[in-house]
């Protein structure tokens, strides 16, 4: 099914319009019309693009403004931006690598974080007995793995024993702009330990609208990264994008406001039903029906419905954003009733 412009509640195909539960626009501001306004704004600034390394002797000043803001916001020591989520997971293995002794991953991890040569950390439920044997380790996991509404419980740490110092690498790519406070994700919520080192990364695309992606760290892990032959030899985040994004923190609370009243209002009316996977506060859900998707178009509704690559099987996803109406919800809520 092609599109010719951006879905927001609504979507058009082939001259029909369907009600649009799909995409990853969680506070809805790619199509919002105050959030294009302002990145026209910052375009006039910074331009369209800005295709130079961010080690070359010029050097833009919204780098450090944007980044030193949301280090404060995931309350972490340092913040690299970089052009996509996508890189900053490959860029953070690329340093990981180097100081780790193995990598195990959790399971449904995305591809974007998940080392070649990384070992399942649980075999039928049970941590491996595989991470005895090393002394740095680094673990590797989604804040949400797909087809989940809540993130990983990490009291598994506690099982480890303290002499092996751990590193988690954590995509919060589903959950920034959602979860935790102001929407600063999952990771700033984890108990610290003395063993235990946290870096995410996150792409900015998904509750926040804008290309581009990030890692964070503490300080000594960020200079690795930016001392990476490829990230100098990459062009940063597109200048525009992260000047849009600091002038919309007020329109992101109010579209998260929103989210968590429409989040709500679906949980409490599927809440009973045991064929449907839902939590109060996150904006995805799935229904236990293989053809859900077939069923819904036939509705006229359009959910995500595709092989996702972390997974064996076909994902259908049914996505609430900041800017569905409670008419809206209420016409999909009666469709999923039938």
Same mark, same amino acid.
């Given at each position: 099914?092609?599109?010719?412009?951006?879905?927001?509640?609504?979507?058009?195909?082939?001259?029909?319009?369907?009600?649009?539960?799909?995409?990853?626009?969680?506070?809805?501001?790619?199509?919002?019309?105050?959030?294009?306004?302002?990145?026209?704004?910052?375009?006039? =600034?910074?331009?369209?693009?800005?295709?130079?390394?961010?080690?070359?002797?010029? !050097?833009?000043?919204?780098?450090?403004?944007?980044?030193?803001?949301?280090?404060?916001?995931?309350?972490?020591?340092?913040?690299?931006?970089?052009?996509?989520?996508?890189?900053?997971?490959?860029?953070?293995?690329?340093?990981?690598?180097? @100081?780790?002794?193995?990598?195990?991953?959790?399971?449904?991890?995305?591809?974007?974080?998940?080392?070649?040569?990384?070992?399942?950390?649980?075999?039928?439920?049970?941590?491996?007995?595989?991470?005895?044997?090393?002394? !740095?380790?680094?673990?590797?996991?989604?804040?949400?793995?797909?087809?989940? @509404?809540?993130?990983?419980?990490?009291?598994?740490?506690?099982?480890?024993?303290?002499? #092996?110092?751990?590193?988690?690498?954590?995509?919060?790519?589903?959950?920034?702009?959602?979860? &935790?406070?102001?929407?600063?994700? %999952? =990771?700033?919520? %984890?108990?610290?330990?003395?063993?235990?080192? #946290?870096?995410?990364?996150?792409?900015? &695309?998904?509750?926040?609208?804008?290309? &581009?992606?990030? %890692?964070? &760290?503490?300080?000594?892990?960020?200079?690795?990264?930016?001392?990476?032959?490829?990230?100098?030899?990459?062009?940063?985040?597109?200048?525009?994008?992260?000047?849009?994004?600091?002038?919309?923190?007020?329109?992101?609370?109010?579209?998260?406001?929103?989210?968590?009243?429409?989040?709500?209002?679906?949980?409490?009316?599927?809440?009973?039903?045991?064929?449907?996977?839902?939590?109060?506060?996150?904006?995805?859900?799935?229904?236990?029906?293989?053809?859900?998707? @077939?069923?819904?178009?036939?509705?006229?509704?359009?959910?995500?419905?595709?092989?996702?690559?972390?997974?064996?099987?076909?994902?259908?996803? #049914?996505?609430?954003?900041?800017?569905?109406?409670?008419?809206?919800?209420?016409?999909?809520?009666?469709?999923?009733?039938?």
């Amino acid at each position: 099914m092609r599109t010719h412009q951006i879905p927001d509640t609504k979507v058009t195909i082939q001259q029909k319009e369907y009600l649009y539960f799909s995409g990853t626009s969680y506070l809805g501001v790619a199509a919002h019309k105050d959030f294009q306004q302002q990145l026209a704004k910052s375009m006039a =600034t910074w331009g369209t693009s800005y295709g130079s390394s961010r080690n070359a002797n010029v !050097k833009l000043s919204i780098y450090d403004k944007a980044e030193g803001f949301l280090a404060s916001f995931l309350k972490t020591d340092a913040v690299v931006t970089v052009s996509s989520g996508t890189l900053a997971g490959h860029l953070a293995l690329q340093v990981l690598a180097k @100081t780790t002794d193995a990598f195990f991953y959790l399971p449904k991890t995305h591809p974007a974080i998940k080392h070649k040569k990384a070992l399942p950390f649980f075999i039928n439920d049970v941590i491996t007995d595989e991470i005895y044997k090393y002394q !740095k380790i680094t673990i590797l996991v989604d804040a949400i793995p797909a087809l989940e @509404t809540a993130p990983f419980s990490f009291d598994f740490l506690d099982n480890i024993p303290k002499h #092996i110092a751990i590193t988690l690498l954590i995509d919060e790519s589903h959950s920034i702009g959602v979860l &935790g406070k102001n929407g600063n994700g %999952i =990771t700033s919520q %984890i108990p610290k330990k003395e063993n235990l080192t #946290i870096v995410t990364v996150a792409s900015l &695309g998904k509750a926040f609208g804008v290309s &581009g992606g990030y %890692i964070s &760290g503490n300080n000594a892990f960020i200079a690795q990264i930016k001392a990476l032959a490829l990230f100098g030899g990459s062009a940063g985040m597109n200048p525009a994008f992260l000047d849009g994004f600091l002038a919309s923190q007020k329109l992101y609370q109010i579209q998260l406001q929103k989210l968590k009243n429409n989040c709500a209002f679906v949980f409490n009316k599927l809440q009973q039903h045991s064929t449907i996977k839902i939590a109060k506060n996150y904006p995805v859900f799935f229904v236990d029906d293989d053809t859900i998707a @077939t069923k819904l178009l036939q509705e006229n509704i359009i959910i995500t419905s595709f092989q996702y690559p972390s997974i064996k099987k076909m994902m259908h996803r #049914i996505v609430i954003n900041a800017n569905h109406t409670e008419e809206e919800l209420l016409f999909l809520l009666e469709k999923l009733r039938h």
